[in-house]
């Protein structure tokens, strides 16, 4: 979420696409990232959002609904 070098965040994303094994990390993620898809990063940085929306959409394919739904209404750990 915080590399201000675009090119650091793309690799972290990346990175962490390939890694995430498990549902409770997959939630961990969900629950770390979901502020990043704001209007505000947005409109502010683009690049940051799309990088947080592509790791979510893969969290999203790889947990079942209500785990998804519980970690993006959940406070980060």
């Given at each position: 979420?915080?590399?201000?070098?675009?090119?650091?965040?793309?690799?972290?994303a990346?990175?962490?696409?390939?890694?995430l094994t498990?549902?409770e990390?997959?939630?961990?993620?969900?629950?770390?990232?979901?502020?990043c898809?704001?209007?505000?990063v947005?409109?502010?940085?683009?690049?940051?959002?799309?990088?947080?929306?592509?790791?979510?959409?893969?969290?999203?394919?790889?947990?079942?609904?209500?785990?998804?739904?519980?970690?993006w209404?959940?406070?980060?750990?």
């Amino acid at each position: 979420e915080t590399p201000e070098n675009e090119s650091t965040r793309w690799q972290a994303a990346n990175s962490l696409q390939k890694i995430l094994t498990t549902p409770e990390q997959y939630a961990g993620v969900v629950s770390g990232l979901k502020d990043c898809l704001s209007d505000e990063v947005h409109q502010n940085n683009f690049d940051r959002f799309e990088q947080c929306y592509k790791v979510l959409w893969k969290c999203a394919a790889n947990l079942p609904y209500p785990d998804f739904h519980h970690a993006w209404h959940s406070t980060p750990e």
